[in-house]
């Protein structure tokens, strides 16, 4: 229950990061507006009726466009927390790659499921080296506050985190890390992300460890 419950969370954060296509906005920052960008273009790609034909060439621009706007290398950090210290280079690596994949092969047919929502753009907050960005999804059925953090690194801002209705898609996974890395090890937490990864490649199914 609580993987299945996971699962449609984490179906929810990243299907929002899709749906800025209607926006409403009274005053957008470069910040805003240069992750819009990345958005329209994933729209016109998922709903590009020739790149429908190929989903190999598809799924090859949404791993290039996310890549540009999305900082894995945060998201890990964060996601292992302490354990990220005791990480070597190699290992730092071979984790960033990892998630990376577990991330973009989980939500590929997500996206490609894409439907029209509106999207109400609330405020915009910067501090420093990090930015928040706080929205609303406007449904038929339900209002779903969306706020995306963003960290500048080498002068440009990048996702590092998902927040749907306060809760982060960053301590969920951070969460789950440190539970198999206390019950099993790193090392056991690299076989599962591999395994989760190749059992999606085969079924198309959740991300829950």
Known sequence: MANKRL??????????????????????????????????AVIKIVTDPNYKKDATARREKLRELFGKRFNYKQMVIRSLAK??????????????????QLLEKSYAGKLESYKDEKIVYLDEQVKGEYALVKTQIIRNDATIDVDYKLFNEDGEWRVYD?????VSMIRNYRSQFTKIIRKDSYSGLVAKLEKKIKDIESKDGDDSL
Do not use: H, Y
């Open 162 to 166: 998902f927040v749907i209705e306060r």
């Open 7 to 40: 699962s449609n969370w984490l179906c929810s954060w990243f299907l929002a990061v899709v749906l800025i296509l209607a926006p409403s906005m009274v005053s957008a920052s470069q910040i805003t507006e240069d992750l819009k960008v990345t958005i329209d």
């Open 83 to 100: 354990d990220w210290d005791e990480r070597t280079p190699e290992e730092r690596e071979q984790f960033i790659g990892l998630f990376r």
